[in-house]
T-cell receptor
Framework: DQQVKQNSPSLSVQEGRISILNCDYT??????FLWYKKYPAEGPTFLIS?????DKNEDGRFTVFLNKSAKHLSLHIVPSQPGDSAVYFC????????????FGPGTSLSVIP | GAVVSQHPSRVICKSGTSVKIECRSL??????MFWYRQFPKKSLMLMAT?????????EQGVEKDKFLINHASLTLSTLTVTSAHPEDSSFYIC??????????FGEGSRLTVL
């Protein structure tokens, strides 16, 4: 059973517009959520995180929103740039010790110039 | 920033041989490292947790005799795929946990078993 779900395997967005990547989770014990970005043949790199005590965290063009009651989080990228084209993994853990971070299947984002 | 390096980045081997992949944390000591496997169009699946100086903890369904993990020092963990078969072909990624709790990932290793 997949504990972290990303139901859109791919997303295409025009440069300059907003990209919204969605993630749902089933385990109510998760209280720390992360987004990673991955280019082909490279390891994931950390993008942004949010603790369950918050509902929003912003870092430059990237904002993550958390709706605990719906067990849903989303990553907003605005404005989207061609260099943002990558696979984005949503991940979740219990606590910030990063033990057994569970990854979603990823969403491949293409930003069209 | 912290860097985690994996070697080799690509390896091709014959069926039945063993392959060793190294994961090194270059600028911090990592008591805990993690090994993942990524299937095409699938998520990163945690295979095992590698603890320095002790036995690795394997996830359910991962054969410990097939995927040998050794974490002999605070900066090095190795994954050895023993008696490799074509179905072991995959992208293997490691991560190292810094004492602040952050995870840093290696570049990944593409294994192709002929």
């Amino acid at each position: 059973d997949q504990q972290v779900k990303q139901n859109s395997p791919s997303l295409s967005v025009q440069e300059g517009r907003i990209s919204i990547l969605n993630c749902d989770y089933t385990n109510s014990m998760f209280d720390y959520f992360l987004w990673y970005k991955k280019y082909p043949a490279e390891g994931p790199t950390f993008l942004i995180s949010i603790s369950s005590i918050k509902d929003k965290n912003e870092d430059g063009r990237f904002t993550v929103f958390l709706n605990k009651s719906a067990k849903h989080l989303s990553l907003h990228i605005v404005p989207s740039q061609p260099g943002d084209s990558a696979v984005y993994f949503c991940a979740a853990s219990v606590g910030t010790s990063y033990d057994k971070v569970i990854f979603g299947p990823g969403t491949s984002l293409s930003v069209i110039p | 920033g912290a860097v985690v390096s994996q070697h080799p980045s690509r390896v091709i081997c014959k069926s039945g041989t063993s392959v060793k992949i190294e994961c090194r944390s270059l600028d911090f000591q990592a008591t805990t490292m993690f090994w993942y496997r990524q299937f095409p169009k699938k998520s990163l699946m945690l295979m095992a947790t590698s603890n320095e100086g002790s036995k690795a903890t394997y996830e359910q369904g991962v054969e410990k005799d097939k995927f040998l993990i050794n974490h002999a020092s605070l900066t090095l963990s190795t994954l050895t795929v023993t008696s490799a078969h074509p179905e072991d072909s995959s992208f293997y990624i490691c991560s190292a946990r810094r004492n602040t709790g952050e995870l840093f990932f290696g570049e990944g290793s593409r294994l192709t078993v002929l």
